[in-house]
């Protein structure tokens, strides 16, 4: 019989786990697949729960991977929500639920492909599931974890599919063939702290980081490249934390966050900004120190064999053809293309991160045949 894979994403859903813990999503997953015969072992790592899972020869040469995660953000105010955001419910053909859209859809689709396949037409290769518990963390104990894991025991993809949601509103309409990288700075500005009324005395940090900001705000940072739009910085917070009217501050510090294309590196951005930091602190006479942390970089699947398997699928079961994009935020497909070919489909995303979540649950049936005829269709490649 058929594995539903809208009983399997409410039966998930009902799993609140919420970002670092797991209730039972992982080992749900897992059984779910031991039980089509997937070799399946934990990958945990610091506490977090993760999943790779195996059916076929180990270093077959075609071997395809999925890659999903059953972490969530936190649901907020349960009260605000329709439904119990942990209850999975449908209603009128929507699935309810925090991680409807993000993305125990997904997974529950790729293991359901994978399980009717084995089934019921075995390939000749082999496919691997790789499931995470924290993708909606920092990340570093989840599918990079994995990954070292399979390098430990000789295990690889040839190519990866992430099923993340990708569709900004209509089901078909994207597939995810590289991401922008993320780069956070904060900086922290030190002058003299002193009387409001006596400004000579002191020297305000205040209009020394602000002339920053603004530097860097209305800076052009590139023109985009062939896939890419152009990157971005966006200030995101200046704070003195000073209550009081008549006291110039000591410190006043600030945050941006940089979205940047193939045209960048983190590194670079990080050495700009420093220089401009610098600028600003010989121009002002305030020291300003810059602390950056690069979240991931950016990267490029290139069009060609495999977004053209996974955009034939898509438009054979949706009837649209999907652009090929690298927009949004960072995804774990940034681990994953330094070990394989990796793009990303999913459902609409509308909702995710929303009170309400929520998705269509023909979209999930849907989403369940597009992964069954990629994988069709990669083992018939030959």
Not at 79 to 89: E, I, L, Q, V, Y
Not at 114 to 142: H, M, Q, S, Y
Not at 196 to 206: F, G, K, L, T, W
Not at 281 to 307: K, M, N, W, Y
Request: aromatic share 6%; hydrophobic share 40%.
């Amino acid at each position: 019989m058929p594995l539903d894979p809208v009983d399997l994403t409410a039966r998930l859903i009902r799993c609140p786990s919420v970002t670092p813990e797991d209730n039972g999503a992982i080992d749900l997953v897992a059984r779910t697949l031991a039980a089509a015969g997937l070799e399946c072992h934990r990958a945990d790592r610091d506490g977090i729960a993760n999943l790779f899972a195996r059916w076929g020869p180990r270093g077959h040469p075609r071997t395809f991977g999925f890659n999903g995660h059953t972490d969530v953000v936190p649901p907020g105010d349960s009260a605000t929500w329709t439904h119990d955001p942990f209850s999975g419910m449908v209603a009128d053909g929507v699935l309810w639920g925090r991680g409807a859209a993000d993305m125990k859809s997904g997974v529950a689709a790729f293991v359901a492909a994978v399980c009717d396949l084995v089934r019921e037409a075995p390939p000749d290769g082999a496919i691997l599931v790789t499931v995470t518990g924290d993708e909606e963390g920092d990340g570093k104990d989840g599918t990079a974890a994995i990954l070292d894991w399979m390098a430990a025991h000789g295990e690889g993809m040839s190519a990866c599919l992430v099923g993340e949601p990708t569709c900004p509103e209509r089901m078909g309409e994207m597939i995810k063939i590289g991401r922008r990288g993320s780069l956070t700075a904060r900086f922290t500005a030190t002058g003299l702290q002193g009387h409001s009324a006596y400004p000579h005395r002191a020297r305000n940090p205040v209009p020394a980081l602000c002339r920053l900001m603004d530097r860097l705000a209305t800076a052009t940072l590139d023109g985009g490249s062939e896939h890419f739009d152009p990157s971005t910085l966006a200030v995101t917070t200046i704070d003195t934390g000073n209550t009081a009217s008549n006291v110039i501050p000591a410190t006043c510090r600030a945050t941006v966050n940089i979205r940047f294309n193939n045209a960048q590196s983190g590194e670079a951005l990080a050495n700009w900004l420093r220089q401009q930091a610098d600028r600003v602190a010989s121009e002002t006479g305030v020291a300003i120190d810059v602390a950056v942390r690069v979240s991931g970089e950016s990267f490029l699947t290139p069009p060609g064999p495999l977004s053209d398997l996974v955009a034939q699928a898509v438009e054979a079961e949706t009837g649209v053809r999907p652009l090929l994009s690298t927009t949004g935020g960072t995804s774990d497909a940034r681990f994953i293309k330094d070990h394989c070919p990796v793009v990303e489909f999913g459902l609409v995303g509308a909702t995710m991160h929303q009170t309400d979540e929520r998705v269509e649950t023909a979209h999930i049936h849907q989403l369940k045949a597009v992964y069954r005829r990629i994988l069709e269709g990669w083992f018939a490649q030959g």
